[in-house]
């Protein structure tokens, strides 16, 4: 089933925009909260497949800021999906550690209990990390690591009290997202080629990967397409071709 995978580049670190829920149950001529259940079907095949190919952390788009803004008998439903999936033995069977980043204050107490609970009953599982980005955006993210490094000034915290202090680890310090390295491979499923506020710091360097398939749709075949066409790339960072391949070369001769 890897046969076009090599298995010594999986990428680390996955990052999901899982759209397209609504416009799969349109077609089959159902409510769109039909779609986000199908697409709980669709997690738990995919955090498997992570799994089994090694992957760290995957991070999943789950339910935007902006998404707050829905009709409040979708909302509702979302939020009841997030309950019932997280029921799930998904985690323990996977031992897959499962955290949520994101404004937890926006949610309704019991679904915020929930969340915590989950996180604390898998904390000691190592194979992945699933990371579920609720109530999420990224500009919040941002202001938000401000406010808390403002805070720790206005506090006399040392190193806050020079600027020259504030450099970028000291903001990735401060997001939502700092226990874990940046993706290395982002995903869109659904056909729309924008970003909707995700992730927009972590994602400097990332591949991207757009496919027009539904988020009900996309499968461990699916998932291959996008590692295989991640694996196609060459990751410069700024450097060349040719020093890429040098280095590549040299650490190939240390081994
Ligand atoms: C993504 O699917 C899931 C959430 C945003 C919660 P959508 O609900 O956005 O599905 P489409 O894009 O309308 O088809
Ligand atoms: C992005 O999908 C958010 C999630 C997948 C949770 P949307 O469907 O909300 O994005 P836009 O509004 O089409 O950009
Ligand atoms: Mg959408």
């Known amino acids: 089933m890897n046969n076009e995978l090599d298995m010594n580049r999986i990428p680390q670190h996955i990052a999901i925009i899982m759209d397209g829920n609504g416009r799969w149950a349109m077609e089959r001529g159902k409510e769109r909260t039909v779609g986000h259940q199908a697409g709980v079907e669709a997690v738990r095949k995919i955090t498997s497949e992570c799994v089994r190919l090694g992957v ?63 996180e604390e009953h ?38 806050y009290m020079d600027w020259k202090y504030i450099d970028e680890q000291m903001i990735s310090k401060h997001l939502q997202t700092r226990f874990m390295p940046d993706p290395d491979l982002l995903i869109r499923t659904g056909g729309e080629l924008r970003i ?10 990332s591949e991207l990967y757009f496919c027009d398939t539904y988020w009900p749709d996309f499968d461990e075949a699916e998932l291959h397409k996008a590692i295989a066409s991640f694996q196609s790339r060459q990751r ?5 071709e040719a020093q890429v391949e040098s280095e590549a070369a040299s650490q190939n001769d240390k081994r």
């Open 122 to 159: 898998t904390a000691n599982n190592t194979a992945m990390t699933m990371v579920v980005a609720l109530s999420y955006s990224s500009r919040w993210e941002i202001v938000n690591a401000m406010q808390e490094i403002m805070q720790r000034r206005d506090m006399g915290e040392s190193s």
């Open 56 to 118: 760290k952390y995957l991070t999943l788009y789950t339910f935007s800021t902006e998404n707050w803004n829905r009709p409040a008998d979708e909302v509702s439903a979302l939020m009841g999906l997030v309950l019932t999936s997280l029921e799930d033995e998904i985690f323990q069977k996977n031992n897959v550690r499962f955290r949520v980043i994101g404004d937890m204050r926006r949610l309704p107490e019991n679904v915020y209990r929930k969340l915590r609970e989950t």
């Open 196 to 205: 909707s506020n995700y992730l927009l710091w972590q994602i400097a360097y």
């Open 236 to 240: 410069r960072f700024g450097k060349t």
